[in-house]
């Protein structure tokens, strides 16, 4: 019986090609993680953020800061984007009533390009009186033309835990209240609470307005 010996041929650059096709199903793998892994970021924020939350009293270096409320609710701005958010802040009065908002603003949620990271950029109101208690209303919408986007105002958010936590970049975000050049936002949101702190500051890194600490608001409802 005659035996038939069978030798391996190895073609050059065969390894190599293998190796480049596996390549590019680990990245595409990895790119996958990062895009579901923020837009579960962001979708875990903008659920967080709707809801009523109270600030108690406290003193700061500067004074008794008075007990403020905080609301947000998720709105329907599809021209937007896909996660908007409008929230309003208000102190409450001696009588427990609550005063008129002394900041109203819609934020956009979006993925960022790193792995569980968002990004909120914030809008002010061009006319907020029109749009205050904007959670009350059923309908929910904001007029296209109506709000204007604080250009270097956005925060990036990393996830921590349980806990999404970031702010501004450095000195874009402008600012002009008591000669400063610029503010500083940082936040911190959890399922039960959102921590906001602001500051500004002028060209030399003086602190010009806030700076007392950040304001701890502990959820009281939810939408």
């Not at 680990?26 to 895009?35: G, I, K, P």
């Not at 809801?51 to 007990?67: D, K, M």
């Not at 608001?217 to 939810?222: A, F, K």
């Given at each position: 019986?005659?035996?038939?010996?069978?030798?391996?041929?190895?073609?050059?650059?065969?390894?190599?090609?293998?190796?480049?096709?596996?390549?590019?199903?680990?990245?595409?793998?990895?790119?996958?993680?990062?895009?579901?892994?923020?837009?579960?970021?962001?979708?875990?924020?903008?659920?967080?953020?709707?809801?009523?939350?109270?600030?108690?009293?406290?003193?700061?270096?500067?004074?008794?800061?008075?007990?403020?409320?905080?609301?947000?609710c998720v709105v329907s701005?599809?021209?937007?984007?896909?996660?908007?958010?409008?929230?309003?802040?208000?102190?409450?009065?001696?009588?427990?009533?609550?005063?008129?908002?002394?900041?109203?603003?819609?934020?956009?949620?979006?993925?960022?390009?790193?792995?569980?990271?968002?990004?909120?950029?914030?809008?002010?109101?061009?006319?907020?009186?029109?749009?205050?208690?904007?959670?009350?209303?059923?309908?929910?919408?904001?007029?296209?033309?109506?709000?204007?986007?604080?250009?270097?105002?956005?925060?990036?958010?990393?996830?921590?835990?349980?806990?999404?936590?970031?702010?501004?970049?450095?000195?874009?975000?402008?600012?002009?209240?008591?000669?400063?050049?610029?503010?500083?936002?940082?936040?911190?949101?959890?399922?039960?609470?959102?921590?906001?702190?602001?500051?500004?500051?002028?060209?030399?890194?003086?602190?010009?307005?806030?700076?007392h600490g950040a304001t701890?608001?502990?959820?009281?409802?939810?939408?």
């Open positions: 019986m005659r035996r038939w010996h069978v030798g391996l041929l190895v073609l050059p650059g065969v390894m190599g090609v293998s190796a480049t096709l596996r390549m590019p199903l680990a990245s595409a793998r990895s790119d996958e993680s990062t895009v579901s892994g923020g837009v579960h970021a962001a979708a875990r924020l903008t659920r967080w953020m709707a809801g009523t939350f109270e600030a108690p009293a406290h003193r700061s270096n500067h004074g008794t800061v008075p007990a403020s409320l905080l609301r947000s701005v599809p021209w937007l984007g896909d996660r908007v958010v409008y929230s309003q802040r208000a102190f409450r009065l001696s009588d427990g009533s609550v005063g008129r908002p002394f900041e109203q603003r819609l934020y956009t949620v979006d993925p960022s390009g790193s792995h569980a990271t968002v990004r909120v950029r914030e809008y002010s109101l061009v006319d907020p009186e029109a749009v205050r208690n904007l959670c009350d209303d059923p309908a929910r919408s904001v007029a296209p033309g109506t709000v204007e986007e604080r250009e270097g105002c956005a925060l990036r958010l990393h996830t921590v835990g349980l806990t999404l936590r970031g702010g501004t970049d450095g000195d874009h975000c402008p600012s002009s209240i008591n000669g400063s050049d610029h503010s500083i936002r940082t936040l911190e949101v959890t399922p039960g609470a959102i921590s906001l702190e602001d500051q500004g500051e002028d060209t030399d890194g003086h602190i010009t307005w806030g700076g701890r608001y502990h959820r009281v409802s939810t939408p």
